[in-house]
């Protein structure tokens, strides 16, 4: 079945570094890919989202891109800030309903 | 837009009490789904409502647990009797599926702490 992999966290990095998330997956047919983040006490917010191959979403200077041979989608900044603390998810839907989430990587910039 | 709107945002409860969350999806939207976050499990979907109507419901743990959606704009997560285990974060989400693919809108979660 459907599957997404995302590196283990936590990622800890300092203020105005560059950071990459990894993700992967696996599917059949051609889904949807998605990078969702959760800041500390709230729901899940759409960060950014890539609807076929060699798309690049990007929002809040986030990027990913979709890169079909290689079956990622890795987060990338380039310089992140302390607000960008949070866990970001990555997903994937194959056109229905139902999304499958990577574990989450918590992410933590220090001052 | 208000977006997903849940209650009560914390629970806590005595084993064996029932407990009830509440969603009311985004105006519009004719998809609904419960999802439970635990640091164990990561986020599982517990059950997907199409235009009120459960479609997939395997991922509810237990006859316990129970759901019901009676109109667009209002459904309810029922756990009777609860448990210790059922502690976690309960999130509602919604979506319109006549916009593909379909993004996913969380409410902001119910924390449930059982004891």
């Known amino acids: 079945g459907d599957s997404v992999t995302q590196m283990e966290g936590p990622v800890t990095l300092s203020e105005e570094a560059f950071l990459t998330i990894n993700c992967t997956y696996t599917?059949?047919?051609?889904?949807?890919l998605f990078w969702y983040v959760q800041y500390p006490g709230e729901g899940l917010q759409l960060l950014l989202k890539a609807t076929k191959a060699d798309d690049k979403g990007s929002n809040k200077g986030f990027e990913a891109t979709y890169r079909k041979e290689t079956t990622s989608f890795h987060l990338e900044k380039g310089s992140v800030q302390v607000s960008d603390s949070a866990v970001y998810f990555c997903a994937l839907t194959s056109g229905t309903y139902k999304y499958i989430f990577g574990t989450g990587t918590r992410l933590k910039v220090l001052a | 837009d208000a977006g997903v709107i849940q209650s009560p945002r914390h629970e806590v409860t005595e084993m064996g009490q029932e407990v009830t969350l509440r969603c009311k999806p985004i105006s519009g939207h004719n998809s609904l789904f419960w999802y439970r976050q635990t640091m164990m499990r990561g986020l599982e979907l517990l059950i997907y409502?199409?235009?009120?109507?459960?479609?997939?419901d395997s991922g509810m743990p237990e006859d316990r647990f129970s759901a019901k959606m009676p109109n667009a704009s209002f459904s309810t997560l029922k756990i009777q009797p609860s448990e210790p285990r059922d502690s976690a974060v309960y999130f509602c989400?919604?979506?319109?599926?006549?916009?593909?693919?379909?993004?996913?809108?969380f409410g902001p979660g119910t924390r449930l702490t059982v004891t």
């Open positions: 409502f199409n235009n009120n109507v459960p479609i997939d």
């Open positions: 989400a919604s979506s319109n599926t006549g916009q593909v693919p379909y993004e996913q809108y």
């Open positions: 599917a059949t047919g051609y889904p949807s």
